[in-house]
């Protein structure tokens, strides 16, 4: 059973992509699947720094307002949560 949860982490991987990597002023994020999900950026204390539905498979993040560093992307669907981190020079 582990084994087929591992498999359902790997498709939702693969089905997401948070890029460029390090980024300036934006960062995209791309879904096949993006109906009831949203993309919440925090800082690496815990805090949520911005939410945003994602309303199309490619979606702009602004991140022109946050500070040089590290911030964790988290995005929730209802098939699962994945979390990638973002460096922005």
């Known amino acids: 059973m582990c084994g087929a949860v591992g498999l359902e982490e790997n498709s939702m991987e693969n089905a997401i992509s948070v890029y460029p990597n390090p980024c300036d002023e934006h960062l995209f994020v791309d ?32 991140i022109n307002h946050l500070a040089t560093g590290m911030y964790l992307v988290q995005v929730k669907s209802p098939k699962g949560m994945i979390v990638k981190k973002a460096v922005k020079n």
């Open 31 to 62: 879904i096949t699947d993006y109906e009831n999900t949203a993309a919440e950026i925090f800082n690496l204390q815990g805090q949520l720094l911005q939410s945003i539905p994602l309303q199309t498979f490619k979606t702009t993040l602004q």
